[in-house]
């Protein structure tokens, strides 16, 4: 009996053709659909091809589908104009293919979401978000750039898409979200003057409104950074658990006598959308928005 060798599938890496899940817009019916992609043998200077390992699902991704993303999407509408996209921007992957200096195949990747002109106002003032010409991750029209979101087998990386190299023992969960999520609030935690030494006048008490995924990853990076005391605020009594686990003082609404005294700290992180509370807390100190749908 003779056997006929089965093609590479999608997530080897011989693959030839990747598999991408199509966002066609929010109104259409079906909304997503499966496409296959030939894959560039060859790559432009700059590229790198990566089998993505995991993707993850950001807030930026519900409010595409949603239709309350500001600014539009390019899939957003209900037309015959829509434009398909590739959605995801979170994620990690193995570099498969690669045509840029210091990135090699079988490297584990992370990138950056925008890809940059490098040569505009904006891009001379390090806004990269802002660049005039920027292609962002996942919200790119197939028709434009092909293989651009992470809800796909293979991502390719445009010449200016920042790559960073992940360590090998950082697992795939604990890896996706970085480039969006924590990057999001190491950028924010930038903006707070240097924490005091013990003894020293300064910030040394926070409140995180919010214990989500930006809410822990804030509470620990101001426990890191020396905040002697971090409250962490939020209706869900499970993730309430969580932050303490990373050093925060865990406070619920209901537990009035558990409540912070208004004006009783240096710096307020408000990552869930309720403003209100989080500014009557704070002293005249810092009051940071993260990472918030500004309609909320
Ligand atoms: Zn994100
Ligand atoms: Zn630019």
């Not at 509408?77 to 498969?96: I, K, Q, R, S, Y």
């Not at 009035?256 to 100190?285: H, M, W, Y």
Request: include cysteine.
């Amino acid at each position: 009996m003779s056997t006929t060798p089965s093609s590479p599938t999608p997530t080897s890496p011989e693959a030839s053709h990747a598999r991408s899940i199509v966002f066609l817009g929010r109104e259409r019916s079906p909304i997503f659909v499966t496409e296959s992609t030939r894959l560039p043998t060859t790559l432009a200077p700059g590229q790198v091809l990566v089998l993505v390992e995991l993707a993850t699902i950001c807030g930026w991704d519900v409010q595409t589908l949603s239709g309350t993303l500001l600014g539009g999407t390019p899939s957003r509408g209900t037309t015959a104009d829509d434009h398909p996209c590739v959605l995801g921007h979170e994620g990690c992957g193995v570099v498969v293919r690669s045509h840029r200096e210091g990135v090699s195949v079988g490297d584990r990747v992370t990138w950056g979401i925008c890809a940059p002109c490098g040569t505009c106002l904006p891009c001379s003032l390090h806004l990269n978000n802002k660049c005039t010409s920027v292609v962002k991750l996942g919200q790119t029209l197939v028709s434009s750039v092909a293989l651009f979101g992470t809800y796909s087998t293979h991502l390719l990386c445009l010449p200016n898409t920042p790559i960073v190299a992940l360590p090998p023992d950082l697992t795939p969960t604990l890896a996706a979200p970085i480039n969006c999520a924590l990057a999001t609030m190491v950028n924010a935690l930038s903006k707070l003057p240097p924490t005091p030494t013990p003894g020293q006048p300064g910030a040394s008490v926070a409140l995180v409104q919010g214990a989500g995924l930006m809410g822990v990853y804030c509470l620990a990076l101001l426990k890191e950074r020396g905040f002697r005391k971090v409250f962490c605020v939020d209706l869900s009594r499970t993730r309430l658990a969580r932050a303490a686990e990373f050093g925060a003082v865990a406070l619920h609404p209901d537990n009035e006598e558990e409540l912070i005294q208004t004006d009783s700290v240096d710096v307020v992180f408000e990552v869930c959308g309720n403003k209100q509370n989080a500014v009557e807390v704070a002293r005249s100190g810092q009051f940071l928005r993260v990472a918030v749908n500004p309609q909320l």
